[in-house]
């Protein structure tokens, strides 16, 4: 797989398919892979740039504290790099946050923002939860394992865990198959959780925005959907029915669908993909 260097920071991405270029920034913990089911429908029409974030798969890490807001100028510079005018910016919980942060500071950067479960604010409830993770995650010594027996829990419905055991078990075997994320990684990263708030920036946001949620996810519920809509001017809430935090897990087909509609929807004709790799 290919690196850039971005901010001094070597970032690794993987890039599939042809058409606009389409950037895929992962959730907390996860790397590129995370954005598997959705690559295969995407890459159809669109150049897709799946990044490993820093400290997670086979980017470098950062040693020291950091927040949303750098992760995006991380981003921000791998897009740079790879000679990149502007890109569709696509991003799951963490992801989005970070992708609501390149929207605000690099306007021209972005044609389309599309956000899976992202929060304006870090609220008392996901701080709480967050630093529940981060408990596990050092009373186990294991990314993976914290990821599996309480991330899990979060983001996918207990409809899932009684009717799809052996779907559950892949997703297990998935994670665990990935390159390790690091205790320490996690913490510098769920930090940056804790500490997100881009919420009086909203307001500077002008591309075209797509706002998924779960109808059934508790972190990042729709309690983001008023303060997203009321200050993102083209913005527009889809709500999955009887998903969690995960409804690009748990509805692949559906999610897929009204989500790649909306990218389809925001394409420039005429304009030609990067073909930096």
């Avoid at 400290?55 to 470098?60: A, P």
């Avoid at 919980?93 to 044609?111: F, H, N, P, Q, T």
């Avoid at 200050?231 to 029915?241: A, T, Y």
């Amino acid at each position: 797989m290919p690196k850039a260097k971005a901010n001094n920071i070597s970032l690794n991405y993987e890039q599939q398919g042809s058409g606009e270029p389409l950037i895929l920034i992962p959730y907390l913990t996860a790397d590129h892979a995370c954005y598997t089911f959705q690559v295969a429908e995407y890459s159809k029409h669109f150049t897709c740039i799946s990044i490993d974030l820093p400290g997670t798969g086979e980017s470098d890490n950062r040693p020291s504290n950091y927040s949303t807001e750098d992760l995006a100028d991380d981003v921000a510079g791998l897009i740079k790099a790879l000679d990149i005018p502007s890109a569709h910016i696509a991003g799951s919980s963490l992801g989005a946050a970070i992708g609501l942060w390149l929207a605000v500071k690099y306007e021209d950067k972005v044609r389309s923002l599309s956000l899976f479960g992202g929060w304006t604010k870090t609220d008392r409830f996901i701080e709480t939860v967050v630093e529940g993770w981060q408990i596990t995650a050092r009373a186990l010594g294991s990314v993976p394992e914290m990821v599996i027996q309480s991330i899990f829990p979060w983001c996918l419905t207990p409809k899932l865990y009684a009717e799809k055991p052996e779907y559950l078990q892949a997703l297990s075997d998935f994670v665990r198959s990935r390159p390790e994320q690091s205790v320490a990684d996690f913490m510098l990263q769920s930090n940056a959780v804790i500490g997100h708030d881009v919420e009086e920036h909203l307001g500077r946001i002008s591309a075209p925005t797509q706002i998924t949620f779960g109808s059934h996810d508790i972190v990042t519920s729709t309690r983001f959907a008023r303060p997203l809509t009321e200050n993102i001017r083209k913005s527009k809430v889809v709500i999955f029915e009887e998903c969690a935090h995960a409804p690009m897990y748990e509805k692949v087909d559906e999610f897929n669908q009204r989500t790649l509609a909306f990218l389809k929807s925001n394409q420039t004709s005429g304009v030609a993909a990067s073909s930096s790799s």
